[in-house]
C-alpha cells in the first residue's frame, strides 16, 4: 500500500503543513511588532532629543463670583503646562455645561492665547448662566433649589511633530438657583410716641424658601406707611436664616408723626393705613455670596389705643 494510501501519513502531513503555517504567522506577526516598536523607539528618541512633548492640562478650580435671582457667572480655572521649548499656541476652547446630561450653556473661545515655553499658564473661561432661559426649558428646575453640574472642556492645542492635540477635561459640582426670601412685618411695636418724634420697632418675619443655609450679614431697607417714608436704613445683623426656615428679628425706626400727614390720623382713629417695605438683604452661603431682594407691598397696620397692653399692640395684617 502507497504511503498517499495510509490515513495516518495524510494526517501527519496535515499537521506538519499547519504548524508551519503558524510559525509563519508568529514570525509575521513578530516582524511587525519589532517594527512598530523599532519606530515607538525612535520616535522617543526625537523627542527627547529635540525636547517636544504633549502638554498636560488640569481644571484647578470653578469659582462663582457672582450670583444673583437673574444669573450666575461661572469662572473655570484651567491650568495648562507646556514642556516644550517654544511657545504653543491654543487654537480653540471648546466647553459645555451640562446637568443630568441636559446642556444649560456651551460656546468657543478662539484664538484662546499661547502657552510659554517650558511653562504653565492657567487659563480663565468665563461662563454666564441665564436662570430664566434654564427654567424656561427645563420646568423641573424650580426657583430655591440645587442642581448638580459638569463642565466639560477641550483645548486644541497646536505642538510641533505632533501636531493639533485635543486635551479633553470634566469637572462637577453644585449650583443653586437662588429665590428671593419672603418678608412680613408681624407687627409694629411704639415705645415712644410723640408729635415730635416716634419711636417704634419693626418686627419682621423672614422666609427663607432656598435648599440652602443663609448667613445674615446686613440689611438695608425704606419702610412706608401710606405712601409716605417714615424710615430708610443699613442695619449690620448677623444670623442665620436656615433653609426652607424662618428667623425673626426687630429693626428700630424713628419719624416726625406731624410729617406724617393725613396716615397718622387714620391709625388714631383705627382706621389703619397701607404700608410697604422694600431692600436688599446681603447674605453668605455655601456657594458665595449674595445681595437678594426683599419686598412686601399691600400691608395694613394700625395703631392700638394706649390702654391697650396686649401683645398686639401695633398688630400688622
Not at 50 to 63: E, L
Not at 114 to 138: N, R
Not at 170 to 176: A, N, Q, R, S
Request: hydrophobic content about 35%; overall charge negative; aromatic content about 6%.
Amino acid at each position: 500500500m502507497a504511503s498517499s494510501d495510509d490515513p495516518r501519513v495524510v494526517e501527519r502531513e496535515a499537521k506538519e503543513k499547519k504548524h508551519e503555517k503558524e510559525e509563519g504567522h508568529e514570525e509575521k506577526g513578530g516582524f511587525f511588532d519589532k517594527v512598530k516598536d523599532f519606530i515607538e523607539d525612535v520616535g522617543e528618541k526625537i523627542e527627547e532629543a529635540i525636547g517636544f512633548g504633549k502638554p498636560t492640562a488640569d481644571v484647578a478650580a470653578v469659582h462663582l463670583p457672582c450670583i444673583n435671582l437673574e444669573k450666575a457667572e461661572i469662572v473655570v480655572d484651567v491650568l495648562i503646562t507646556n514642556p516644550n521649548p517654544i511657545p504653543i499656541p491654543l487654537i480653540d476652547i471648546n466647553y459645555l455645561i451640562e446637568s443630568d446630561g441636559r446642556k444649560l450653556v456651551s460656546g468657543l473661545i478662539p484664538d484662546a492665547g499661547t502657552i510659554h515655553a517650558h511653562g504653565s499658564e492657567t487659563v480663565k473661561i468665563p461662563v454666564t448662566l441665564i436662570y430664566d432661559d434654564i427654567k424656561s426649558t427645563y420646568h423641573d428646575i424650580k426657583p430655591g433649589s440645587i442642581i448638580p453640574y459638569k463642565v466639560k472642556v477641550d483645548l486644541i492645542v497646536d505642538v510641533p511633530i505632533f501636531g493639533r492635540i485635543t486635551l479633553p477635561l470634566e469637572k462637577t459640582g453644585e449650583i443653586p438657583v437662588p429665590y428671593k426670601p419672603d418678608i412680613d412685618v408681624e407687627k409694629i411695636h411704639f415705645d415712644k410716641f410723640s408729635f415730635e418724634e416716634t419711636m417704634a420697632s419693626l418686627h419682621l418675619k423672614l422666609d427663607n424658601k432656598n435648599d440652602f443655609d443663609l448667613g445674615l450679614n446686613s440689611l438695608d431697607y425704606e419702610f412706608w406707611l401710606s405712601d409716605i417714608s417714615i424710615a430708610n436704613a443699613e442695619l449690620n445683623k448677623s444670623t442665620t436664616i436656615g433653609k426652607n426656615g424662618i428667623t425673626r428679628m426687630e429693626i428700630p425706626i424713628s419719624f416726625r408723626p406731624k410729617d406724617f400727614g393725613s396716615a397718622l390720623w387714620d391709625m388714631i382713629r383705627g382706621r389703619g393705613t397701607g404700608y410697604s417695605m422694600k431692600g436688599n438683604i446681603d447674605v453668605n452661603t455655601p456657594f458665595g455670596h449674595m445681595k437678594l431682594p426683599i419686598s412686601k407691598e399691600g400691608g395694613n397696620t394700625r395703631l392700638k389705643k394706649g390702654d391697650d397692653d396686649d401683645d398686639d399692640d401695633g398688630e400688622v395684617s
